[in-house]
């Protein structure tokens, strides 16, 4: 099994910053596929970034230019870093890691395995 962590939300005025981590521990391997969700309320969870085992990006179009996902395969951890925070960003963030030839939002979705969230509110 695969145990993934969140931490590094809070609180943040519109405009500041956040970075996210995720701590993997138990079977880790480099071949995942990772990716940050969140949900707002009253949302559906939505994809905003993905990472696959080579190092490969991708983000919604919403948050391009201001989120950035990478990871440190030494540490086991996975980062988001999120600049020029606005309303529309608020909600819980989850990470996600899956064994999946295809990495995409829809494949660590459905196979993936989650952390509980770590929560973040921007206020206008």
């Known amino acids: 099994q695969v145990q993934l962590e969140e931490s590094g939300g809070g609180s943040v005025q519109a405009g500041g910053s956040l970075r996210l981590s995720c701590a993997s521990s138990?079977?880790?391997?480099?071949?995942?596929?990772m990716g940050w969700f969140r949900q707002a309320p009253g949302k559906e969870r939505e994809g905003v970034a993905a990472?696959?085992?080579?190092?490969?990006?991708s983000y919604a179009y919403s948050v391009k230019g201001r989120f950035t996902i990478s990871k440190d395969n030494a540490k086991n951890t996975l980062y988001l870093q999120i600049n020029s925070l606005k309303a529309e960003d608020t909600g819980m963030y989850y990470c996600?890691?899956?064994?999946?030839?295809?990495?995409?939002?829809?494949?660590?979705?459905?196979?993936?395995?989650w952390g509980q969230g770590t929560q973040v509110t921007v206020s206008s």
């Open positions: 996600a890691s899956a064994l999946v030839t295809a990495c995409n939002w829809p494949q660590i979705f459905e196979h993936g395995y």
């Open positions: 138990g079977s880790t391997s480099s071949s995942y596929c």
């Open positions: 990472i696959d085992y080579g190092g490969r990006t």
